[in-house]
Nanobody, 121 residues
């Protein structure tokens, strides 16, 4: 069984920084893309940043220049460094990964449990 376990998050003042990490465990043959999503109260979950196994990245326009996604393939871990945080960055941040867990050709989508990030003004 594959699990994604997030750590980090918390409360920070506007302009501050926080780091998130997400480690994948279980029977894993390969990990394709790893993403960070967030969901603010009353809003839909949105993609914040993503990174492929080769290191190509993409970001939501709202976080470009402030957030950095990275991954350690050996540790099966993805990170999100968040700088210059704004109150509108507040929400529950979810780790997502597309993983092959059976050695075949299929990949499945997995989610972490979410971690709260609160940015005070």
């Amino acid at each position: 069984q594959v699990q994604l376990v997030e750590s980090g998050g918390g409360l920070v003042q506007a302009g501050g920084s926080l780091g998130l990490s997400c480690a994948a465990s279980g029977t894993i043959f390969s990990i394709n893309v790893m993403n960070w999503y967030r969901q603010a109260p009353g809003k839909q979950r949105e993609l914040v940043a993503g990174i492929t196994s080769g290191g190509s990245t993409n970001y939501a326009d709202s976080v470009k220049g402030r957030f950095t996604i990275s991954r350690d393939n050996a540790k099966k871990t993805v990170y999100l460094q968040m700088n210059s945080l704004k109150p509108e960055d507040t929400g529950v941040y979810y780790c997502n990964a597309v993983i092959n867990s059976n050695g075949g050709r299929s990949f499945n989508n997995y989610w972490g449990q979410g971690t709260q990030v609160t940015v005070s003004s």
